[in-house]
């Protein structure tokens, strides 16, 4: 190959990486400052698929910061009029499997008896992530799915809704993920954020139940620059 050749790909190839490294600190800072404001709480994206974008992807700020590390368990225990407690995870084979860097998982409930579960799950595996209705199915309950608005203070984000049927039993499901930018790079650490129900009076009195316990967490949300 000649030496000009040699050269060009050469330079390509360094503004090709300078062009990666632009866009990966533009992403962060369109994030940070041009949607909420950096004194405003915490800005994540937010999707229902983890593997590639859909037109539900959204940006979303966060009373707490949901990013990958320890500080997923200073999600605060009382929420409003939630009251939480630490469930202790004693399923080895959920460590052993998906073996996520953090793992919350905890029961709240409130003063009429109603319950819920929250689970966080963060890491920069692609192990550490499954949908929910695969570990249903194998248990032998029936799954539906669907994509649900979950509206905010202002805007709105989605969720995959699972619900979950095996003999007298009912479970609903919202889940979505949580990435540090538009940029979705795994290595940066991606979270899984999802609440779970049994079935109460009625579908849509559960959801409504779920949501407004998601938005103790999540303030507003706004959608693609």
């Not at 037109?55 to 910061?65: F, K, P």
């Not at 990013?67 to 460590?95: C, F, M, R, T, Y």
């Not at 799950?121 to 192990?127: D, P």
Request: glycine share 6%.
């Amino acid at each position: 190959m000649p030496s000009d050749s040699k050269r060009s790909l050469i330079l390509v190839a360094m503004l090709a990486l300078a062009l990666v490294g632009m866009f990966s600190l533009l992403g962060r800072d369109v994030l940070e400052s041009r949607v909420f404001g950096r004194d405003r709480g915490y800005t994540f994206v937010t999707d229902i698929d983890r593997w590639r974008k859909t037109r539900r992807e959204r940006v979303v700020r966060a009373r707490y910061d949901l990013s990958l590390g320890p500080q997923l368990h200073d999600v605060p225990l009382k929420l409003g009029a939630w009251v939480g407690e630490d469930v202790p995870q004693d399923n080895i084979e959920v460590q052993i499997l998906l073996e996520p860097e953090e793992y919350v998982y905890r029961r709240y409930r409130r003063a009429d008896g109603k319950v819920l579960w929250l689970s966080i799950i963060g890491s920069r595996q692609s192990k550490s992530f499954h949908p929910p209705q695969i570990c249903y199915d194998a248990a032998g309950w029936a799954t539906e799915i669907a994509s649900e608005e979950i509206p905010l203070d202002s805007g709105a984000i989605y969720a995959l809704k699972v619900r979950a049927d095996k003999d007298a039993w009912t479970h609903l499901v919202l889940y979505f993920y949580l990435f540090p930018d538009y940029l979705r790079d795994q290595s940066q650490g991606i979270v899984l954020f999802k609440v779970t129900a049994p079935l109460g009076t009625s579908e849509e009195e559960t959801l409504e139940m779920e949501k407004a316990f998601l938005r103790q967490i999540f303030l507003e949300a706004d959608a693609h620059l």
